[in-house]
Antibody, heavy 121, light 110 residues
Framework: QVQLQESGPGLVKPSGSLSLTCAVSGASISSTNWWSWVRQPPGKGLEWIGEIFHSGSINYNPSLKSRVTISLDKSKNQFSLKLRSVTAADTAVYYC??????????????WGQGALVTVSS | QSVLTQPPSASGTPGQRVTISCSGSSSNIGSNTVNWYQQLPGTAPKLLIYSNNHRPSGVPDRFSGSKSGTSASLAISGLQSEDEADYYCAAWDDSLNGRVFGGGTKLTVL
């Protein structure tokens, strides 16, 4: 069974950087899959942040691209998100998810439980 | 403002059939398939329908999806109280070169 678990600070100061890690078990991040980050502000809908392929290819949401970095750590079987210059608008539950490759539409088939990150001084 | 448009709310009584619409454009739904996710209160989203009309293992056949042109729909038949959740459509957008979601529809079982 594939499991994903987000971890990282729950509170970040404005203008600082948000860093989260997603630990993957039951699957190898070196396998043929994309690994993605999605966020959800309190009481609002889902927003795709970006995703990374096992080869290192990356796609970012154009609206966040200038502030986001997604990376892989194959030795630890995890991937990470860094969001710079955060404001209160970046307060959200951040989810990591696996993209199912080989299926038309490439859906997210496994999700982490989510990590609430609050941007506040 | 979400790229894909969903009604903010829907409702039905137990046993009824409910449909939720998702409207997009030629760069997303019009040229790519649609996935649907169910998010129960306080939990992570769960894949409900992929590739327009396919159900993952374990999803009841009460849930079905369809797509026509630049719109898609999720239908839930035999509505049950446990279906009360938020539902999101999603697709790849060729113009944005990224994934887009609908704003979500909150389904209430009366």
């Amino acid at each position: 069974q594939v499991q994903l678990q987000e971890s990282g600070p729950g509170l970040v100061k404005p203008s600082g950087s948000l860093s989260l890690t997603c630990a993957v078990s039951g699957a190898s991040i070196s396998s043929t899959n994309w690994w993605s980050w999605v966020r959800q502000p309190p009481g609002k809908g889902l927003e795709w942040i970006g995703e990374i392929f096992h080869s290192g290819s990356i796609n970012y949401n154009p609206s966040l691209k200038s502030r986001v970095t997604i990376s892989l750590d194959k030795s630890k079987n995890q991937f990470s998100l860094k969001l710079r210059s955060v404001t209160a608008a970046d307060t959200a539950v951040y989810y990591c998810a696996r993209v199912l490759v080989g299926v038309v539409g490439s859906p997210f088939d496994y999700w982490g439980q989510g990590a609430l990150v609050t941007v506040s001084s | 403002q979400s790229v894909l448009t969903q009604p903010p709310s829907a409702s039905g009584t137990p046993g009824q059939r409910v449909t939720i619409s998702c409207s997009g454009s030629s760069s997303n739904i019009g040229s790519n398939t649609v996935n649907w996710y169910q998010q129960l209160p306080g939990t992570a989203p769960k894949l409900l329908i992929y590739s327009n009309n396919h159900r993952p293992s374990g999803v009841p056949d009460r849930f079905s999806g369809s797509k026509s042109g630049t719109s898609a729909s999720l239908a839930i038949s035999g509505l049950q109280s446990e279906d009360e959740a938020d539902y999101y459509c999603a697709a790849w957008d060729d113009s944005l070169n990224g994934r887009v979601f609908g704003g979500g529809t909150k389904l209430t079982v009366l």
